[in-house]
């Protein structure tokens, strides 16, 4: 394994805090284990020549190489559930008396390999059933990493991956491959569109959203970076709309606007757009 030295981990660190927020400075084994054998594949002896190899690549191809190395992305179905359950019982339902014109807007921010925008489409899909062509529900999942953004795009998961999908959701939802693997149908995979992302840059939406899940993806922030995402999240939500954070996170108080209302869920305000 290559080492780093402390001015090569510093430099690397501060870029992609700087850059995409990521807080990397407790995560020196990590970067050099995962990174060591991309080095030597390159031809290259030492991170400085790989941190130069970078910094010069104006295509940003490599950084994208690094991000996805150093990114975990592990998720899988029905994560958190009770985050399910609540906007299967309390969140569509209020949604649905407070947007008149029909359209949802829904947002999966960090959205790995795409277990949690497709979960959040099949609840849409049993809550709506018939209904479902009345509404908008499309939902727009986005990610740093590419390479788990193409893995999203195929909605091809191993059976070990899908082991906690209830049987009813199987039989609709998902189409045995015959090859150990499981593909979303198309009416589920239709639901949902993938973008990358980086949360630190400027949010350019045209409407506000009703729904924004992003869960497990703070928890590598630092304080500060942290509450400057919430308040980004907290403008382009809808009044009304919620934002999910995942159960191992937390947002300050003092420091949001959005309201409280149960463990890791918060509302905007309580007036309908």
């Not at 402390?6 to 660190?13: G, I, P, Q, R, S």
């Not at 190489?65 to 399910?84: A, I, M, P």
Request: with cysteine.
């Amino acid at each position: 394994m290559i080492a780093m030295t402390d001015k090569e981990f510093d430099t690397l660190t501060k870029f992609v805090k700087q850059n995409y927020g990521i807080d990397l400075t407790k995560k020196r084994i990590l970067i050099e284990g995962r990174l060591s054998n991309t080095i030597t594949a390159k031809g290259l002896s030492s991170f400085e020549e790989y941190l130069n190899l970078i910094f010069n690549d104006k295509s940003g191809q490599e950084m994208k190489v690094l991000l996805n190395k150093l990114t975990t992305n592990h998720t899988f179905f029905l994560r958190e559930s009770d985050h399910f359950q609540f906007l299967k019982e309390y969140v569509l339902p209020y949604l649905v008396k407070h947007r008149k014109n029909k359209d949802l807007r829904i947002w999966s921010a960090g959205c790995s390999a795409g277990q949690e925008p497709y979960t959040m489409a099949m609840v849409i899909a049993d809550f709506f059933g018939n209904q479902s062509s009345s509404w908008d529900t499309t939902i727009l999942a986005t990610d740093l990493s590419t390479h788990v953004l193409e893995q999203a795009k195929t909605g091809i998961y191993s059976a070990e991956s899908i082991k906690d999908v209830p049987p009813e959701w199987m039989q609709k939802y998902f189409i045995d491959k015959k090859d150990g693997t499981f593909e979303i149908c198309d009416r589920i995979k239709k639901e949902v569109v993938f973008r990358h992302a980086n949360l630190m840059e400027p949010f350019n939406y045209k409407k506000p959203f009703d729904i924004i899940f992003c869960r497990n993806v703070m928890i590598y922030y630092d304080a500060p970076t942290k509450i400057t995402l919430v308040n980004k999240f907290y403008d382009c939500t809808a009044n009304g709309g919620f934002l999910f954070i995942g159960h191992s996170e937390t947002i300050n108080r003092e420091n949001t606007k959005y309201r409280y209302i149960k463990p890791a869920v918060y509302q905007k305000g309580e007036n309908a757009r």
